[in-house]
């Protein structure tokens, strides 16, 4: 999950920013081939997760079939590549695994934290005699 945080600050920048170059390119003539090697680099993260995924867990990622098949024109190609849904889904993920990562991240250093707490509390009020959490049943008697 500590991964997760790092990979997601990552991802995050690399499709805004991407979508956002691509698409303020598009009036000109060079967004095209930009948007283009821009969706191909979104495959191409997505493979990596993927395999961090495999890597990480030791469990192997359902394999999906290549979007462009050996005898298609570079224009079928493209097409694939545009109406691809694994592409698109692939963005919305790399752009939702930034919040998630800060959860997970900012969960797992407040329980970490937490449980330091927990457990150094009654040690230093041992060692400096001075007890920060005490149970007694005294506080409720009248005096």
């Not at 095209?32 to 997760?49: R, T, Y």
């Not at 290549?66 to 024109?73: H, I, N, P």
């Not at 698109?88 to 993920?93: K, R």
């Not at 329980?111 to 149970?135: C, E, Q, R, S």
């Amino acid at each position: 999950m500590f991964i997760t945080f790092v990979t997601g600050i990552l991802y995050f920048t690399w499709v805004v920013t991407g979508a956002a170059f691509s698409l303020s390119f598009m009036i000109l003539i060079i967004g095209v081939p930009i948007a283009i090697l821009f969706l191909l680099s979104v495959q191409g993260l997505a493979l990596l997760e993927g395999r961090l995924v495999e890597a990480l867990l030791g469990v192997r990622m359902p394999r999906r079939p290549l979007f462009a098949q050996s005898g298609m024109k570079w224009l079928e190609r493209l097409k694939a590549l545009v109406t691809d849904r694994h592409t698109w889904l692939s963005m919305l993920y790399m752009v939702l695994q930034m919040p998630l990562g800060i959860v997970y991240f900012t969960v797992n250093i407040v329980l970490i934290l937490l449980a330091i707490t927990f457990i150094g509390a009654p040690v230093l009020g041992a060692i400096f005699h001075d007890p920060h959490i005490m149970f007694s049943s005294g506080w409720n008697q009248p005096a």
